[in-house]
DNA sequence: AGATATTTTGAAAAAATTTGTCAATAATGA
DNA sequence: TCATTATTGACAAATTTTTTCAAAATATCT
């Protein structure tokens, strides 16, 4: 179990649910819902009830060491580890495969909004498409 | 009601609701949820029900009348109308105000996925930070 | 225009996702 | 180790979205 050994962020209680949620987090590279992370607990001997995979998942967004995922069409919300790094993806339309994407447009980009006062902190960026295996297809 | 004389999308059976949902959408500059688009409906005194509503929305998708957009943090799905050109936003984390962007990154940007077969149709972008008058207030 | 066939809507119920509650349990500090 | 405080399980409730089916509206055909 990564999480067990790894270093635990600063000021967060280590429990054995958190860790669970952290492994399941780490095990998974792409982003994944809530859901999938309790099913994952459950599969890895660690099961963690649905309601504290949200309220860990909720906290450790509130402390940063988790970052929440907006996809497009994904009807559940979807969860990563904080790595720290612009992380972007590209979703295929049709198998919902997740691509993750190694550079970013904003670096070098200066948005115009009509609001001269916002300061922005941060952006969300997805792609979407048909992946190899999709398009090949059809 | 301006989209009771606008043109029609084709291969679109017109009634009451698709007009007033469209019409809602129309009188939204910026993306609405499904509840409120039943809410201006019931205003304008073409009540839809809700439902209905996302019937509608999800007919219109299909159709590419209309454009779901996934906004982070937002409990429920955004939509609006597609005018056939990029459109992204800034969302102030703190009172949600949505503003327009007035330009696009990828314009002049060429993804790095480790799918390089990967066909992007399209993208999604969201700024977020403070706007103006939150900025301000700390 | 009128009758018919097909879609679409209202109305309500159900499903799915997420949040809240509270007693019991586990983790941290003295 | 014991006490204090935070966290979890278990369930209930709230929210958003989808489904169902008879009734109503729309388009089509003559």
Request: charged letters at 25%; a positive charge; glycine letters at 8%.
């Amino acid at each position: 179990m990564a999480a067990a050994e790894r270093d635990w962020p600063d000021g967060i209680k280590k429990t054995k649910q958190r860790q669970a949620v952290l492994t399941a987090l780490e095990g998974s590279g792409n982003p994944i819902s809530a859901a999938a992370i309790c099913a994952q607990t459950e599969k890895a001997g660690a099961a963690v009830w649905l309601s504290t995979v949200y309220r860990v998942l909720e906290f450790f967004v509130r402390k940063g060491v988790v970052t929440k995922v907006a996809v497009l069409n994904s009807d559940m919300a979807l969860y990563e580890i904080n790595r720290f790094q612009h992380k972007h993806y590209a979703v295929c339309v049709r198998c919902r495969k997740i691509i993750p994407m190694d550079n970013c447009p904003m670096e070098k980009f200066v948005p115009k909004l009509a609001d001269d006062g916002f300061q922005v902190t941060g952006h969300n960026l997805e792609l979407y498409g048909y992946c190899g295996d999709c398009g090949a297809k059809g």
